[in-house]
């Protein structure tokens, strides 16, 4: 790739790309764990990283310390740092939408000065935050009632994407915090199913409706939305007056709520300088808030700030979303590797790598850099994972012993969630064990030396031996407050921006995600109508009879 516009050397071409391609080759066939942590004592010590409440362990990374200085000098190359400064001063970094990017003024104290086109934005952050707390406190002391004077007792989020993931993750996250004599859902399919069971058994009387739509125009929850609203209204007789006090809005356009007939005092606003998977924090949380209370919603902005201000301020060799990111590089760019498996060791945070699939994939799944040209290097990976023990009786064998290199995040705390059984807070080490024993297992494997020594057979040697050499970074944390959640969840952001950073993308925008939906409402018909659908390839159109004669036996 040549030059770009602006005559920065291509990623490729710059020499501190071609430093860590010598570096890989001369390293070939790979740096061994094992040989690593011989070499070093302090290894264990030196490779790990505190930010707020995380501890955050990449020794077992098959790097050295001229790895780690290779990886700095290319992000001092690409100019992360100043790239991060123009993230947080509210400049139009997501050129593609010509728009700021400033998830972190959702998060910044009062006094702080966010300037957006020379206006403030921290003063309306805050008249959010207020009034919504205003409002989560309403419900939560059944102050606000709906149409027939019963108190809320079930609030239903309707969202999806950006607007769905992030409080239905962080609403499981937090449970032992939430109120629980409220019941919360979060539908998010336009799958008719998943609104008839989230409120099949509910009485619409005591029941909330949040409509999270950043546009308000997206289908799926629109037409949830629509749906929700028969049954309001179904459920109480009819009187449109019910939608007042049993439906609220979440959302940076007014005139589509007030389209839908959600009067706009019971809309909680956010901004287009706030990307969809970056909105958890804003008025998009509300039916967190009112889950956890506006104290811990606070917290949990504390902790995400927490990280903001380690991420603007902590030198590059301790800066965890740095070394973070920088690691994924040398996996992606320099190993080949695919994918990030994201392996929580805590029921709580089932839902994390759901969310973070959202955050990083969507961000970093570019094939074009900020001008336009093909990249000639790989960008986001995959992410998966589902929570760690589970994992390991599912999927763990192919990380051992497969064929692939999947780099792992290990994550668990120290103490489990206060209100278990003495007999349930017991298992926690068991737990915590498998966590410890899979990183040592990925890292140090078991030598073909080490099985025949137990006197395994020649012939099964090979299959129960384990190379090792799986690379996981482990993250530890007290316990999973408010503020570890938001830590956690600012940690991963700033990652995602460092990698889109090197690569030299538009991690907030999200093009691709535009064609399906065109093409869902102009194949809608042919369902619906069996309307001639000009235009449709052989394959979808013979897809699309199929199900109409299949729909009609
Ligand atoms: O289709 C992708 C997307 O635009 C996401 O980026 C966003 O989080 C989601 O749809 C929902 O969008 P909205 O909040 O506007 O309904």
Redesign the pocket.
């Known amino acids: 790739m040549s030059d770009s516009p602006s005559g920065s050397p291509s990623l490729t071409r710059r020499p501190e790309w071609t430093a860590l391609e010598d570096h890989r080759t001369d390293a070939l066939p790979q740096p061994d764990l094992r040989e690593l942590f011989a070499a070093d004592p302090g290894r264990a010590e030196r490779y790990v990283v505190h930010v707020g409440d995380l501890r955050i362990d990449y020794s077992k990374h098959l790097v050295t310390d001229e790895t780690l200085a290779l990886l700095q000098e290319l992000a001092t190359a690409t100019d992360v740092f100043g790239q991060r400064d123009a993230m947080f001063r509210g400049e139009k970094i997501n050129a593609t939408e010509n728009r700021a990017v400033l998830h972190t003024a959702l998060r910044a104290p009062r006094d702080a000065v966010v300037e957006v086109d020379g206006e403030n934005v921290v003063p309306g952050v805050h008249a959010v935050l207020d009034k919504m707390s205003g409002f989560a406190n309403r419900v939560r002391s059944g102050e606000w009632t709906g149409h027939t004077g019963k108190r809320i007792r079930n609030v239903v989020n309707i969202?999806?994407?950006?607007?769905?993931?992030g409080p239905a993750m962080a609403y499981d996250a937090l449970r032992p915090f939430t109120a629980r004599e409220l019941t919360f859902r979060f539908v998010s399919n336009v799958d008719g199913s998943d609104l008839h069971e989230a409120t099949r058994d509910l009485d619409p009387a005591e029941t909330l409706f949040i409509v999270?739509?950043?546009?308000?125009?997206?289908i799926?929850?629109i037409t949830n939305a629509t749906s929700a609203r028969s049954w309001l209204l179904d459920g109480l007789g009819g009187d449109e007056k019910a939608v007042a006090t049993h439906f609220v809005a979440l959302?940076?356009?007014a005139e589509k709520v007030a389209d839908f007939g959600i009067d706009v005092d019971n809309m909680f606003e956010f901004w287009d300088w706030v990307?969809?998977?970056y909105?958890y924090d804003s008025a998009?949380g509300l039916s967190l808030m009112i889950a956890i209370g506006p104290d811990r919603f606070r917290e949990m902005l504390d902790g995400f700030r927490i990280v903001d201000e380690h991420f603007r301020n902590a030198p590059a060799e301790a800066n965890a979303p740095l070394l973070l990111g920088l690691l994924g590089i040398w996996y992606g760019n320099f190993h080949g590797a695919q994918s990030h498996a994201v392996l929580p060791y805590s029921h709580y945070l089932s839902k994390f790598t759901a969310y973070l699939q959202?955050l990083d994939m969507?961000s970093n799944g570019k094939s074009v850099d900020r001008d336009g040209r093909p990249v000639e290097w790989q960008t986001g990976p995959v992410v998966w994972g589902t929570p760690g023990t589970n994992g390991q009786h599912a999927y763990y064998q192919l990380i051992h012993q497969g064929t692939k290199l999947i780099p792992a995040d290990l994550i668990g705390f120290a103490r489990p969630v206060a209100e278990l059984s003495d007999e349930l807070k017991a298992q926690h080490d068991l737990l915590m064990a498998n966590l410890f024993a899979q990183g040592q297992a990925l890292a140090f494997g078991k030598t073909a030396e080490e099985v025949r020594a137990e006197g395994v057979p020649d012939e099964q040697v090979p299959h129960r031996t384990f190379q090792g050499n799986h690379p996981t970074t482990t993250i530890l944390a007290t316990e999973l407050t408010p503020s570890v959640l938001g830590q956690l969840v600012a940690l991963y952001e700033h990652k995602v921006f460092v990698q889109g950073a090197v690569w030299n993308i538009d991690s907030f925008d999200?093009w691709g995600?535009?064609l399906g939906?065109v093409l869902a409402k102009r194949v809608e018909p042919a369902l619906t109508e069996g309307a001639d659908v000009p235009g449709l390839d052989p394959s979808t159109a013979a897809l699309v009879a199929a199900y109409r004669n299949l729909r009609e036996v």
């Open positions: 969202g999806i994407g950006g607007s769905d993931l999270a739509s950043k546009t308000f125009t997206t799926e929850t959302s940076t356009n990307g969809g998977r909105s998009i959202q969507e999200q995600v535009e939906k």
